[in-house]
Structures are given as structure tokens and as C-alpha cells.
């Protein structure tokens, strides 16, 4: 639970730093490119609160089959917005060379597996027993 509540502060932190940068440090960059920016640090934003709900739903699931899934959903986000976040921001920063721009789909189709897995990691939510 702890980790992925940690990888979701540092993907906000991330998140708001460059979209800052964006919007006060890089204007030379050109239109496009800041658009790539502002769509890396959006979706990358987005997912973090997505790590913040696989950190939260962590005590409720207890099957192995259930905590696996959320496993995989909390990795897939994490290297989902390092690939797809990260990636832009490298074509953002460096123009459209080499094969990052391979990588950004790569990310984009983990980030919705990771969609994917959250909503069948709800089928073992088990609620609270309270005393």
C-alpha cells in the first residue's frame, strides 16, 4: 500500500513540475511540443490519483489472485507513465528522433491494461470485518 501511495506522490510531483515547465520555462519549444508536454504531465497526473486508488483498495483485496492483479495494475501505471509520460517528454524536449516515439504507444497500451486489470481487481474487493 505504502509504495504505490509513494509512486503516486512522486508521479504528482512529476506531473506538476513539468507542466509547469511547460507553461513558464519552455515556451521556445513551439506550439507542438508543448502540447506534447501538457498531454504527458495530464495523463501522467491522472494516473497518479489511479496509484493513489491501488494504494487505498490494497487492505481490501485478500484473494492471491486479486492481490496479483492489483499488482500488475499498479505496475502497468507506473511503467504505463514512464513510458508513455516520460516518452513525450523526451520528443517534447528533443524533437521526434530515434525510437522513442515506438515507446509512447507502448506506454498508452499499459496505462488502459492497467484500466483493465483495476476494474477486475474489483470482483475480489472483500469489505471490512468491523468488531
Known amino acids: ?10 508521479n504528482g510531483l512529476i506531473a506538476v513540475g513539468m507542466g509547469a515547465m511547460g507553461s513558464h520555462a519552455l515556451q521556445h519549444l513551439g506550439e507542438h511540443r508543448l502540447t506534447l508536454i501538457d498531454l504527458g504531465s495530464n495523463y501522467q497526473l ?6 493513489v486508488g491501488v494504494g487505498l483498495l490494497t487492505p481490501y483485496i485478500h484473494r492471491v489472485r486479486g492481490i496479483q492483479i492489483l ?54 474487493i472483500e469489505p471490512q470485518k468491523r468488531d
Not at 491522472?46 to 496509484?51: F, T, V
Not at 516518452?87 to 522513442?100: E, F, I, Q, R, S
Open 46 to 51: 491522472w494516473h497518479a490519483l489511479g496509484l
Open 1 to 10: 500500500m505504502r509504495f504505490w501511495i509513494f509512486a503516486a506522490a512522486i
Open 71 to 124: 499488482k500488475f495494475v499498479g505496475a502497468a501505471f507506473t511503467l504505463g507513465t514512464v513510458l508513455f509520460s516520460g516518452g513525450l517528454y523526451v520528443l517534447a524536449l528533443t524533437g521526434p528522433a530515434g525510437p522513442v516515439r515506438w515507446i509512447v504507444p507502448i506506454g498508452g497500451t499499459l496505462m488502459m491494461l492497467g484500466w483493465v486489470g483495476l476494474s477486475l481487481s474489483a470482483l475480489f
